[in-house]
């Protein structure tokens, strides 16, 4: 399985921006999609994550900011980001877990900077 985390960048507070995550080398529908961030001097925290059928569920800091989804014709899967504030500013990671065989993987990360 291989990660492609693209959307990343510099954004003032109140902005959006829309994170995608490109899934290769398996099934998608299969797979237990999230998101992670990670701040300076922090540990990996999950932001949000999606089933294969689309239940989802959200850490606090994320919740009625931030949508998680997935498109299955794309293998691909999103978070929307409203209100963005500064510390929300971390790398994030698309994360994928497989229920059936644990197996788990991480992508490279990209970079969101909330600043005026």
């Known amino acids: 399985v291989e990660l492609a985390e693209s959307g990343g960048g510099l954004v003032q507070p109140g902005g959006s921006l829309r994170l995608s995550c490109a899934f290769t080398g398996n099934i998608f529908s299969t797979y237990v999609m999230g998101w992670y961030r990670q701040a300076p001097g922090k540990q990996r925290e999950e932001v949000a994550r999606?089933?294969?059928?689309?239940?989802?569920n959200y850490a606090d800091s994320a919740k009625g900011r931030f949508t998680i989804s997935r498109d299955h014709a794309r293998n691909t899967v999103y978070l929307q980001m409203n209100s963005l504030i500064p510390e929300d500013t971390a790398v994030y990671y698309c994360?994928?877990?497989?229920?059936?065989?644990?197996?788990?993987?991480w992508g490279q990360g990209t970079q969101v900077t909330v600043s005026s």
């Open positions: 999606i089933s294969p059928g689309g239940s989802t």
């Open positions: 994360n994928a877990f497989s229920v059936r065989t644990r197996d788990n993987y």
